[in-house]
């Protein structure tokens, strides 16, 4: 997804009022709403995937999968976001009839052209001073690659995986994932 325009002043209660049911979604940034365009159909089989591949693994368990409809809040301090992760893991949900999620363990940002330093930059510095994160991934869409950013203790890890045959340990949700399972039907065929 990629930033289209920028829009004035909100607060956080009329930016979560106005995305209930707007046709177009928007991330929030300490009152400043943008915009999001669409991606490609390579993003959207990447995302589509990810939701499919999670929802069979965690059906009946006690973390559960949510699109890329789920708003993730963060905040540290006074510093307020709200950001549409292509596909989050969320073991402590909130309210179903609430507009957001605060506690995820596991996030997925797939990467386009237009969002990768946005993704790589301040959305994952953003999300990993979410207490409840275990896992940050970034998966690439030109090229079968993902790097994983996962908590050690007070500080965080890198890993990447770009082999069609490597699995993806998810200890922190009890599942695994091929990396070649992420990237079906994309046309792409690993390094």
Same mark, same amino acid.
């Given at each position: 997804m990629s930033i289209a325009q920028r829009h004035a002043y909100l607060t956080p209660e009329d930016f979560l009022r106005g995305e209930d049911g707007a046709e177009q979604k928007h991330e929030y940034l300490n009152g400043v709403v943008y915009a999001m365009a669409g991606g490609t159909n390579r993003h959207a089989r990447?995302?589509?995937?990810?939701?499919?591949?999670?929802? +069979?693994?965690l059906r009946g368990k006690r973390c559960e999968p949510f699109n890329s409809d789920a708003l993730i809040r963060v905040q540290q301090g006074s510093d307020l976001r709200f950001y549409y992760p292509d596909l989050s893991v969320i073991c402590e949900p909130n309210s179903p009839d609430a507009h957001f999620q605060d506690k995820p363990v596991v996030l997925f940002?797939?990467?386009?052209?237009? +969002?990768?330093?946005l993704d790589r930059g301040e959305k994952r510095e953003a999300y990993l001073t979410i207490p409840s994160l275990r896992v940050l991934a970034l998966v690439e869409t030109d090229t079968m690659a993902v790097t994983l950013w996962r908590r050690a203790g007070e500080s965080w890890t890198q890993e990447y995986a770009a082999a069609p045959e490597q699995v993806l340990a998810f200890p922190e949700i009890e599942c695994e994932l091929p990396l070649a399972e992420i990237y079906e039907g994309t046309g792409l065929t690993g390094s």
């Open positions: 990447i995302g589509t995937n990810l939701a499919i591949s999670f929802g +069979t693994r940002e797939v990467l386009s052209e237009s +969002t990768a330093r």
